[in-house]
Each structure stands twice: as structure tokens, then as C-alpha cells.
């Protein structure tokens, strides 16, 4: 594992389209369930090998990628239907995206 450029940098928790990576304490961490293996955090890392995610398989395997080399061969294993039915398992509609992401510009109580 190299070394994280740290919080002034944080490249890979904006990349996460589900806000499954979060600053903690020297590090960054994530949160298992919210992971969609979509591979941008990597992919946005500067730095190789610093930030792995770990894809468990249901057959009680795993598979681990942290260099955009692994990603690449990732995505030619990965079934593009279960990424899709990850997805809109936490996103399954406009709405659900406009929530988690947009807040509103202007407060409705303003006045
Ligand atoms: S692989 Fe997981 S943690 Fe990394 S950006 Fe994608 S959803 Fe977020
Ligand atoms: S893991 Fe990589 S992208 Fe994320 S904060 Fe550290 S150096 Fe930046």
C-alpha cells in the first residue's frame, strides 16, 4: 500500500458515485454496502496501489483491485447486468438520484 496524499486531496471520495468512500481519521474508508465496484475511485487515484477495494462474490471468493491495470481486467469478468441491477438497487429512479445528490438552492421558509 503507497502512501495517501491525504485529505487536501481526496480525489477518489469525489469520484464515488454512491458516497461509499469517507475521510476517517488518516485515512480513507468505506463503507462495504454502498460499493457498486464501478472502479472511478482507483481510476482517479493518483497514487497506485493506494486505495483497494475488495469485490467479495457470493461463492465466498474475492477479487481485489487497486491499480487501473487490475480494473481493466476486472471489467472484462465483471457482468455488465449485475453492475446495472447494483445500481438501481440504490438508485432506482430519478428521484432516489436527485435525493442522495442536488440540494435545493434556495430554502422555501426563505422570507
Ligand atoms: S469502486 Fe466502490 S468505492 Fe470506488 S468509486 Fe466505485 S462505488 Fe465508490
Ligand atoms: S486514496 Fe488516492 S485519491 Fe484518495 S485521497 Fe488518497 S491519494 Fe487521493
Known sequence: ??????????????????KALYWKTG?????DDLCVYCTSCV????????????????ENT????????QVLALGENTNSQ???DNIMRILPD???YLKRYCKPLFSSEAG
Open 1 to 18: 500500500m503507497k502512501t495517501c496524499k491525504g485529505i487536501e486531496c481526496q480525489l477518489c471520495i469525489k469520484a464515488c458515485p454512491t
Open 27 to 31: 485515512e480513507v474508508a468505506i463503507i
Open 43 to 58: 481510476l482517479n487515484c493518483i497514487v497506485d496501489d493506494c486505495i483497494e477495494v475488495e469485490r467479495r462474490r457470493n
Open 62 to 69: 474475492s477479487e481485489k483491485f487497486s491499480t487501473p491495470t
Open 82 to 84: 449485475k453492475r446495472h
Open 94 to 96: 430519478n428521484e432516489a
